[in-house]
């Protein structure tokens, strides 16, 4: 559970993803204060295997996309390396230029949050979540981004309706369906501008968001 999170800026050149922040959570009824991320690569995509899994998963076929995203993604690519390489000492340093001081108010220590496999569709570098189904429709999961509190439904939904297929098409499950998602596939903003504003208001009342009188229209 959260308690809070500030976010700060990213460095200059750095990718949306390096925005650090500070995140208080709870977990077993303790309190957790973490700060990230610091990002690094992996060549191994599974527990237990070896750091020579992912050479052994290229194909000859995959090295023009690779080489076509290091070309189109250099600073991702930049930071990457710099971040694997990062010491203790620099991620300490990094913790104090957002919050001075913070380094030496708590007994820090550095763990693995997680691992991600990136995807690369067609020479383009994907951000989001991908989700795969085997033929036979009995197994399904997810690759690429992790998806956050805002957008797991929508993506757990769309998983569930490629490996049920059949039970998803049945009225039951389409009243069901409608009853946990109301507003499933309505753009709200182009085909509902007053649902969407009674949406947004509750939001922002719940978090405590006062705009001004421009941005609530």
Request: hydrophobic share 35%.
């Amino acid at each position: 559970q959260y308690r809070a999170k500030t976010y700060g800026k990213a460095k200059v050149g750095a990718p949306p993803m390096s925005v650090p922040h500070l995140d208080l959570r709870v977990s077993d009824g303790r309190y957790y204060l973490l700060f990230g991320p610091f990002a690094s690569f992996k060549p191994v995509l599974e527990r237990g295997r070896g750091f020579l899994d992912y050479l052994r998963s290229m194909r000859l076929h995959d090295i023009p996309s690779l080489l076509n995203v290091a070309i189109e993604h250099f600073p991702l690519v930049k930071y990457l390396v710099s971040e694997t390489f990062k010491g203790e000492k620099s991620m300490f340093e990094e913790l104090d230029s957002f919050a001075p001081g913070m380094s030496k108010k708590f007994n820090w220590k550095a763990v693995e949050a997680g691992q991600r496999v990136q995807i690369i569709r067609d020479g383009d570098l994907q951000m989001g979540t991908e989700i795969l189904v085997s033929k036979d429709k009995t197994y399904g999961t997810l690759l690429g981004a992790s998806p956050g509190a805002s957008v797991s439904p929508e993506v757990m939904l769309r998983c569930l309706e490629q490996l049920l297929p059949s039970i998803f098409t049945s009225e039951e499950a389409g009243k069901k369906k409608k009853e946990i998602f109301p507003e499933d596939n309505l753009d709200f903003l182009a085909k509902n501008p007053e649902r969407y504003r009674e949406i947004r208001d509750a939001v922002n009342e719940r978090l405590g968001i006062k705009q001004s009188a421009s941005q609530q229209d």
